[in-house]
Nanobody, 122 residues
Framework: QLQASGGGLEPAGGSLRLSCTAS????????MGWFRQAPGKEREFVAT????????YYSDSAKGRFIVSKDKAKNTVYLQMDNLKPEDTAVYYC?????????????????WGQGTQVTVSS
């Protein structure tokens, strides 16, 4: 089970940090990812981190502004979002993948959090 939190309303240029805590069985996790879905759009990849190492991967829109990190002792993954833009407005979801190779496709992720709303005003 994944529990996401940390969304909110920020002006353009602001920052937010999202958190996602995993409970229950975590030994099968290989990657923890963040996705987002804006109204009327498909769910899109934002970032992912290798649960068993330090490798991270970002979408082009996230590179240079967002940082994904983890605290395995807390079973928690974070998404630090800086220099927010109105186009970052979406519901953000965390997800876990038991697939051993990195993927940006939502269907490679087994479990999903409930989503947290991020709204960036212009």
């Amino acid at each position: 089970q994944l529990q996401a939190s940390g969304g909110g309303l920020e002006p353009a240029g602001g920052s937010l940090r999202l958190s996602c805590t995993a409970s229950g069985q975590t030994t099968s996790i290989h990657y923890m990812g963040w996705f987002r879905q804006a109204p009327g759009k498909e769910r899109e990849f934002v970032a992912t981190i290798w649960w068993r190492g330090s490798s991270t991967y970002y979408s082009d829109s996230a590179k240079g502004r967002f940082i994904v990190s983890k605290d395995k002792a807390k079973n928690t993954v974070y998404l630090q979002m800086d220099n927010l833009k109105p186009e970052d407005t979406a519901v953000y979801y965390c997800a876990s993948s038991s697939v051993s190779w990195v993927s940006v496709k939502p269907n490679r992720y087994n479990y999903w959090g409930q989503g947290t709303q991020v709204t960036v005003s212009s």
